[in-house]
């Protein structure tokens, strides 16, 4: 099984990269591997593939924050990126061909002049919206990894004309105010001498094409309102208010547009019985008196079922056990934690009268006064010394 190379190492930039220094790496990158520079170099490709899956990443502000934390497992849902198979060559050149600008060469590689290959091809609609959920995990699910299967309403490609927008593949014809180019240059005479600006044109926002004929079914939007069952793979060890992301899961973009993200927040469902402290799991554990004296053995509850301790005799109130290894696992690491185990004697709040003699007698003896210099450690040092 292979193993993704680091974004960063990728695009040759370091983790303190301005976006502009991104894009331009990006930009660099994709020049050296083009296909059309490697014609039938299946290696160049792949990496060509794999700047752009890098791009997507560390351009967006989001998934940059998300996967300098928690590496490629925080970006887990992407299916794999581009090199996975998740997007075709049209899509590539469709979301960052814009990034090149006018440069004449360029145009033709990403579709600025005729497209690849020669030829008008249409240009893509407005990028769908991204979308928001919240999954509940138990403890056990955050241990383990879980994966979940949910109905997400959004908007979805209209089936009956492919997201296109029109009646059929007929419907298309080229911008009468833009010729095609998707692009209005406007000049005007300054005091500086003439500026030519360039906007996007406002009849076809920028697609070259407009429709002659609708689809009756989305009213041209390429789109409609629907339900989509996603899964979702969601790795061992993620924390409340961590997100995850799944590229291309949000809302359908309109008339052929790339679609947005589905974005996944991690909510933990609470333990009746444990408390999560990092990748620790604390539990406090309460015993009577005879059993601290005397010592016993206890169940305790884990994340993943019981636990057989043994307190020894003369056990302290406020002494800690720990269980190794019995935590949550690191999200983007091998390590794992601990449960830790407070020890709490109990100390009932009535007495009978019976009782009360008895304890009158051992107040008496030396054996059951406090001594500190005998005592444990105190509880602030002991979890010192755990953590060190």
Same mark, same amino acid.
């Given at each position: ?18 976006? $502009? ?14 296909? $059309? ?16 899956? @890098? ?6 502000p989001d998934k940059r924050a998300q996967y300098d934390r928690f590496g490629h497992a925080g970006m887990n849902g992407n299916r794999g990126g581009y090199g996975g198979g998740g997007m075709n060559m ?7 061909? $814009?990034?090149?600008?006018?440069? $004449? ?130 790795? @061992? ?69 019981? @636990? ?81």
């Open positions: 099984m292979s193993t993704k190379r680091d974004y960063y190492e990728i695009l040759v930039v370091a983790k303190s990269s301005t976006q $502009d220094e991104i894009k331009k790496a990006y930009r660099k990158v994709a020049m050296q591997f083009h296909p $059309d520079r490697n014609p039938n170099n299946k290696e160049a490709e792949e990496k060509f593939k794999e700047a752009a899956e @890098a791009y997507e990443v560390l351009s967006d049209d899509d590539i050149f469709s979301n960052f061909g $814009d990034i090149f600008g006018n440069d $004449d060469i360029f145009g033709s590689f990403f579709g600025g002049g005729g497209g690849r290959g020669g030829g008008n091809r249409r240009g893509r609609g407005t990028r769908g919206s991204n979308l928001r959920v919240k999954i509940r995990l138990t403890y056990e699910e955050i241990a383990k990894g879980a994966n979940k299967k949910i109905k997400v309403k959004k908007y979805v490609p209209c089936q009956h004309c492919g997201g296109l927008g029109a009646k059929d593949k007929n419907a298309f014809q080229s911008c009468n105010t833009c010729g095609g180019s998707g692009q209005v240059r406007k000049v005007t005479q300054t005091f500086l001498g003439q500026m030519q600006t360039v906007t996007t044109c406002p009849t076809c926002h920028g697609e070259g094409q407009t429709i002659t004929s609708k689809c009756g079914h989305c009213k041209g939007e390429g789109r409609m309102y629907g339900e989509e069952t996603v899964s979702i793979d969601i790795p @061992a060890g993620v924390q409340e208010g961590m997100q995850l992301s799944m590229s291309g899961k949000g809302n359908a973009g309109e008339r052929g547009g790339a679609p947005g993200d589905l974005l996944i927040l991690i909510e933990e469902e609470p333990h009746p019985e444990l408390q999560r402290d990092g990748l620790n799991v604390a539990y406090d554990l309460y015993i009577s008196f005879p059993d601290a004296v005397y010592g016993t053995s206890v169940e305790v509850p884990t994340i993943d079922g019981k @636990a057989k301790i043994k307190i020894p005799a003369g056990t302290q109130s406020g002494k800690i056990f720990r269980l190794k290894g019995k935590g949550f696992p690191s999200v983007n690491s091998y390590e794992k934690g601990d449960q830790l185990i407070h020890v709490n004697v109990w100390t009932p709040q009535h007495v009978s009268s019976e009782e009360k003699e008895m304890l009158d007698k051992l107040q008496s003896s030396d054996n059951f006064k406090p001594n500190p210099e005998k005592s444990e450690k105190g509880f602030f040092e002991k979890v010192r010394d755990i953590f060190s």
